[in-house]
């Protein structure tokens, strides 16, 4: 596998239901990210990771919980969601965070429903 | 805080013709980037141009070209000879060149492209 993986793809879920979303970058990079995108909406940048360390929680409620067991590795837990939380969630990764610039590579998402 | 928007919710270009899509930005800074990135259907986001602030010669990529405008804060994507594959959303986005988060990519709305064939 290349580039920025996520898994699932697709997924549905009750608003008791915990689960969780992965990504994976096969680039070598130190720094990856959570987006939200939502229907109309720009972009949202949700979390930040840089050298495995959150650097960036863009105001994100808590029952959406990051975790960055390594560079390579990004999971999303998602717990007691609302139906406002559907929408896709993209993972990105770069080389690092800051301070130059490093191109943002993204993944393909994964489309959550919240029943 | 930065914005950007882009005025044009949907754009139609017939195939080989050319397609300007609009952005503009907000910012008090002098140093920072601009993108162009592209989301086909499929979903995975590509970069698609950049445009440093600090230099004053349009970026191009091929058929991709900016149009940059620094004083007026306009920073719109030309694409020449379309072609099917072109058809997608495209999404303008500043990130700042200095201290501070200057990894936070900033987002407009989107264009959705369509090519007629």
């Known amino acids: 596998e290349t580039g920025v993986t996520q898994t699932p793809r697709h997924l549905v879920m009750g608003m008791t239901n915990k689960k969780s979303l992965k990504c994976e970058q096969h680039?070598?990079?130190?720094?990856m990210y959570w987006y939200k995108q939502s229907a109309k909406k720009p972009l949202e940048l949700m979390f930040v990771y840089n050298f495995k360390e959150q650097t960036e929680n863009n105001s994100v409620p808590s029952r959406f919980s990051p975790e960055c067991p390594n560079s390579s590795h990004l999971f999303l837990h998602l717990h007691t969601l609302q139906p406002e939380d559907s929408a896709l969630y993209l993972c990105?990764?770069?080389?690092?965070?800051?301070?130059?610039?490093?191109?943002?590579?993204f993944g393909p998402g994964t489309r959550l429903t919240v029943l | 805080a930065q914005t950007v928007t882009q005025s044009q919710p949907e754009m139609s270009v017939q195939e080989a013709e050319t397609v300007t899509l609009s952005c503009t930005y907000d910012?008090?800074?002098?140093?920072?980037?601009l993108f162009w990135y592209k989301q086909p259907p499929s979903r995975q986001m590509i970069l698609v141009i950049r445009q440093e602030a600090y230099k004053q010669q349009n970026a191009t990529e091929n058929r991709f070209s900016v149009n940059f405008q620094k004083a007026a804060k306009s920073f719109s994507l030309k694409i020449s000879d379309s072609q099917l594959g072109d058809a997608a959303m495209y999404f303008c986005?500043?990130?700042?060149?200095?201290?501070?988060?200057?990894?936070?990519?900033?987002f407009g709305k989107g264009t959705l492209l369509t090519v007629n064939p």
């Open positions: 990105a990764s770069s080389l690092s965070a800051a301070p130059d610039y490093n191109e943002q590579f």
């Open positions: 986005a500043y990130r700042s060149g200095s201290g501070g988060s200057n990894y936070k990519l900033t």
């Open positions: 680039l070598g990079h130190n720094a």
């Open positions: 910012t008090s800074e002098s140093d920072y980037y």
